[in-house]
């Protein structure tokens, strides 16, 4: 059973430049969630997202960053004209449906390190 | 503002030795609470959930819950070397899959 699955797992953007970040959930699940780690810091949050819906992107940057999870295809992070402070560790992770008023486990892939110049 | 606060550490033990981790929330109306582990370059790991005050245990590792006094720990027993890692703490907000991370303790055990 294949687990969550990013790529690319190292990316080098130029500044000005868009990365564009993949994440497939785990099978059965249909929740997504990215998260941003600065070297030495904790997880923040970004965006939740569901199929073709955005459930909660209050922790994304008003300009330059967009999430999407269409129905079909992996979920997307974009990251336009890039910049040095955008450097930084990208954690995709995925959780079955809500259990009930209780937050599920989620399950975290391997991450996109981008790096800028 | 949400926060989850955790002791940077390093905490070192000695192998075999305890190892207690510890990690306050301010929101009150946190319901689920997770420890994840993760080693140096590497994503996190999930090691534990709990939901209900009191202790879970699952092999070496128990968390405990206090949610009057808005604390969750993890301990580790008989630590090894191996469990050298960093070790987040997060509990979920108002959108209740929405998680806040602790910026993490790193934990060092020596041989």
């Known amino acids: 059973n294949a687990g969550v699955m990013q790529n690319p797992r190292h990316l080098v953007r130029r500044r000005g430049q868009e990365a564009r970040l993949r994440c497939s959930p785990m099978k059965g699940h249909s929740h997504v969630y990215w998260y941003r780690q600065l070297p030495e810091e904790g997880l923040k949050f970004m965006v939740y997202?569901?199929?073709?819906?955005?459930?909660?992107e209050s922790g994304m940057p008003k300009e330059r960053f967009s999430a999407e999870f269409p129905k079909e295809g992996p979920s997307i992070l974009r990251i336009q004209q890039v910049v040095r402070g955008d450097s930084a560790a990208y954690f995709c992770?995925?959780?079955?449906?809500?259990?009930?008023?209780?937050?599920?486990?989620?399950?975290f892939g391997p991450g996109t390190r981008l790096t800028v110049l | 503002q949400k926060e989850v606060e955790q002791n940077s550490g390093p905490l070192s033990v000695p192998e075999g030795a305890i190892a207690s981790l510890n990690c306050t929330y301010s929101d009150r109306g946190s319901q689920s609470f997770f420890w994840y582990r993760q080693y140096s370059g590497k994503s996190p790991e999930l090691i534990m959930f709990i939901y209900s005050n009191g202790d879970k245990e699952d092999g070496r590792f128990t968390a405990q819950l206090n949610k009057a006094s808005q604390y969750v720990s993890l301990l580790i027993r008989d630590s090894q070397p191996s469990d050298s890692a960093t070790y987040l703490c997060?509990?979920?907000?108002?959108?209740?899959?929405?998680?806040?991370f602790g910026s993490g303790t790193k934990l060092n055990v020596k041989p």
């Open positions: 997202l569901q199929k073709e819906n955005i459930i909660d």
């Open positions: 992770a995925s959780s079955p449906s809500i259990a009930g008023g209780l937050a599920d486990e989620q399950f």
């Open positions: 997060a509990v979920n907000g108002d959108n209740f899959n929405k998680f806040y």
